[in-house]
């Protein structure tokens, strides 16, 4: 993994760790690069989370670190990449708001990786609307009931725990909503389905029916903020570790690959899809550790340089991917060629977390505002 480009936001302990990482993507995360069914990766998922868990690197970390290891480890193993997000996603709420009682249960366990965590957020009606949620939490004795569906969640029917937003007052909007904690195997949660992506992904819709829930937090809506906040910025570095990828199979191809006499590279087409895949990668990873860097230093208001992060690098990232099998022709199609599994692996992330779109809203409000 090249930091040179990004060394300026980097200490030392960063640039150590880079290399580390590196090793540890190469050599223990290429076993999960391949599933070829949402089967497999649901069978893949519980290993790949020990594997990461085990050398601590689901502990919490500072923004550069998630960063580093996102960009290690999306370009060999998306699936992986994608359980490390989520992990991180259902353990920072606990970590912000949760309990004494449901820190020390769930937390440990899962940055050891013995435990799968899950965030339930998204609905049939609520998407980029979170303020729209329709699952209703109402109070019974010392604990809430919740019934609602929930769709499209990552880990749906194989997490050990989920946390769940829901509402407290559907007249309050985002103010009514909650953040509560479910154990998987309660009476009233069911696993409804998996839903199938492209890219094998254990995602599915889950059904609760007056379902026993936990209280985390009852500002639920700026909690799952802040938890989206605080992961959204390592999205961006996992598009530029996609990318880096792509753009290293398109260079060793246009070097070795001959054509009408010559090496591909010798064509200046290629050279001009290169160089323009290579300007694109080096300015998402400088904005991307920009703002990871803000967040180290105590920043944490920066959404507007954390959206422009996002936007650029999985917008580029798709277009370097994109260009990367089109230099690759034929043989980046074939199923299983790592950029073909990057090729669909990458047109979520510009959509998970926060679209591309509400990106620009973020940026544009924040200008507007003469920040």
């Not at 670190?65 to 920072?92: H, K, N, Y």
């Not at 300007?279 to 180290?296: F, M």
């Amino acid at each position: 993994m090249n930091v040179d480009a990004v060394s300026v936001f980097l200490e030392e302990g960063h640039l150590r760790l880079a290399e580390r990482l590196g090793e540890f993507g190469r050599t223990e995360m290429t076993r999960f690069a391949c599933a070829h069914s949402d089967q497999e990766a649901r069978a893949m998922a519980r290993e790949a989370i020990r594997a990461m868990g085990g050398p601590g690197w689901l502990q919490a970390h500072d923004s550069r670190t998630l960063c580093l290891f996102r960009e290690a480890v999306a370009g060999i193993s998306p699936l992986a990449d994608a359980l490390f997000a989520i992990q991180g996603l259902a353990t920072v709420p606990l970590r912000l708001e949760g309990s004494p009682a449901q820190q020390d249960r769930w937390l440990d366990v899962a940055a050891r990786g013995e435990a799968i965590g899950a965030f339930a957020m998204t609905e049939p009606q609520a998407g980029s609307d979170v303020a729209n949620i329709q699952t209703l939490a109402q109070p019974s004795g010392d604990h809430w009931l919740l019934s609602g569906d929930k769709c499209l969640i990552s880990n749906a029917g194989i997490a050990d725990f989920y946390v769940v937003f829901a509402s407290l007052d559907p007249t309050m909007g985002s103010r009514g909503i909650g953040a509560f904690l479910v154990t998987d195997g309660t009476p009233g949660l069911r696993f409804a389905g998996a839903q199938v992506l492209s890219a094998p992904h254990p995602l599915g819709r889950l059904e609760f029916r007056d379902c026993r829930a936990e209280l985390i937090c009852r500002e639920g809506f700026k909690l799952g903020m802040r938890t989206l906040d605080t992961m959204r910025v390592s999205v961006a570095a996992a598009a530029c570790g996609m990318a880096q990828r792509a753009l290293d199979a398109a260079l060793d191809h246009a070097r070795t690959r001959r054509q009408f006499g010559q090496p591909l590279g010798d064509f200046q087409l290629i050279q001009e899809k290169l160089a323009i895949m290579a300007i694109g990668l080096e300015a998402s990873r400088l904005l991307t550790y920009r703002a990871a860097w803000q967040r180290d230093q105590g920043q944490l208001r920066n959404s507007r340089e954390v959206a422009m992060a996002k936007a650029h690098a999985t917008e580029t990232a798709q277009q370097v991917i994109d260009q990367s099998l089109q230099i690759l022709g034929g043989q980046g199609m074939l199923a299983d060629h790592p950029v073909e599994r990057l090729y669909r692996s990458v047109r979520a992330l510009r959509i998970y977390e926060g679209t591309t779109e509400v990106q620009h809203l973020i940026i544009a409000k924040d200008l507007l505002k003469g920040a």
